[in-house]
């Protein structure tokens, strides 16, 4: 079982920036693929970015590509969500997963760890 727990939600204005962390713990981290997903009430909880074991292979929403940065460093077990050019729309709590296999995906149910979600706010 993996133990996931992320910071740096916040409040920001639109067109700013903020970097999500996702600490990680209970197995080896660069043997699992991390992701990041988003979820706004009355709505599906959503893919946003995935990154595989090794980091060597990312993919993104087409909602985030071009502005949205996934990435992981396997010293620190810690996966690291960059958002810049943040829109309104971004609003959302904001949860980490980790997988079962170093293998990179992007659909829920191959997710098998969850963090408790960060909020963030993006006003116009």
């Known amino acids: 079982q993996v133990q996931l727990v992320e910071s740096g939600g916040g409040l920001v204005q639109a067109g700013g920036s903020l970097r999500l962390s996702c600490a990680a713990s209970?197995?080896?981290?660069?043997?699992?693929?991390m992701g990041w997903f988003r979820q706004v009430p009355g709505k599906e909880r959503e893919f946003v970015a995935a990154?595989?074991?090794?980091?060597?292979?990312?993919r993104y929403a087409d909602s985030v590509k071009g502005r949205f940065t996934i990435s992981r460093d396997n010293v620190q077990n810690t996966a690291y969500l960059q958002m810049n050019s943040l829109k309104p729309e971004d609003t959302a709590v904001y949860y980490c997963?980790?997988?079962?296999?170093?293998?990179?995906?992007?659909?829920?149910?191959?997710?098998?760890?969850w963090g408790q979600g960060t909020q963030v706010t993006v006003s116009s």
């Open positions: 997963a980790a997988s079962s296999s170093r293998i990179i995906i992007d659909y829920i149910s191959g997710f098998r760890s």
């Open positions: 209970g197995r080896t981290f660069s043997n699992y693929a």
């Open positions: 990154i595989s074991g090794s980091g060597s292979s990312t």
